[in-house]
């Protein structure tokens, strides 16, 4: 079984629709991020979490919103979606940044497209 | 503010031939710089590099740290037709985030 799961995989959605994307991990890290990503612009951080207490903005953090509902699960929203929003996104893990502990783990993504 | 820059973005070869991939970094307190291999949707992870001059390899991979010049090379040798992908770099600072800063990927096309 993957250790990181994202729900949908895809989704076809149009301008104005409230969207949830769902991420689940088994790993039992702590930390959980939400990238996405556009061709030829790399992968861009929207938020992380450190824990379910613990919520941060990445640097797009605009239009987004995230919930950490329980250590294994991080949800990101879109409230109002737009057609600049069609992109993929991945869910990612890490451990607790110890010393040979930085590599993140990710999820197999959802392709979200606006219309 | 931080950065990371691949180069090229893009790189067409053949089976066969051998490629090294491009990763300048300005991180501020450096502490890591990470190579992911994405093939069809979710990276995966190549390398981490933390000291200067140590090779890390795997197989036909290697990749090397260079912390003065600040920047990462990753070489290909005999590639194979497997070997296209997105290749991704990402540098890491010493904050406690744990956030990885990511390049704008190199896209590798293997030709038969």
């Known amino acids: 079984d993957a250790d990181v799961t994202q729900t949908p995989r895809n989704r076809i959605t149009k301008t104005g629709k409230r969207i949830m994307l769902e991420c689940s991990q088994t790993k039992g890290h702590d930390r959980m991020y939400w990238y996405r990503q556009d061709p030829g612009l790399g992968l861009r951080l929207i938020y992380y979490?450190?824990?379910?207490?613990?919520?941060n903005k990445g640097e797009i953090s605009d239009g987004y919103s995230v919930s950490r509902q329980a250590q294994a699960k991080f949800s990101l929203s879109l409230e109002s979606a737009i057609p600049n929003q069609t992109a993929l996104y991945f869910c990612?893990?890490?451990?607790?940044?110890?010393?040979?502990?930085?590599?993140?783990?990710f999820g197999p993504g959802t392709r979200l497209t606006v219309l | 503010e931080d950065k990371v820059v691949q180069s090229p973005l893009s790189l067409v070869v053949h089976e066969g031939d051998t490629v090294t991939l491009n990763c300048s970094y300005e991180v501020t307190n450096f502490r890591s710089l990470l190579w992911y291999k994405q093939e069809k949707k979710a990276p995966t992870f190549l390398f981490m590099l933390?000291?200067?001059?140590i090779e890390k390899k795997s197989g036909r991979l290697s990749s090397i740290l260079d912390k003065k010049e600040l920047f990462s090379i990753l070489n290909i040798t005999a590639t194979q037709t497997g070997d296209s992908a997105i290749y991704l770099c990402?540098?890491?600072?010493?904050?406690?985030?744990?956030?990885?800063?990511f390049g704008q990927g190199t896209t590798l096309q293997v030709k038969p």
């Open positions: 979490s450190f824990d379910v207490k613990d919520i």
């Open positions: 990612a893990t890490s451990d607790l940044g110890l010393e040979g502990a930085d590599e993140q783990f």
């Open positions: 990402a540098g890491r600072g010493s904050s406690n985030t744990g956030k990885l800063i």
């Open positions: 933390t000291s200067s001059g």
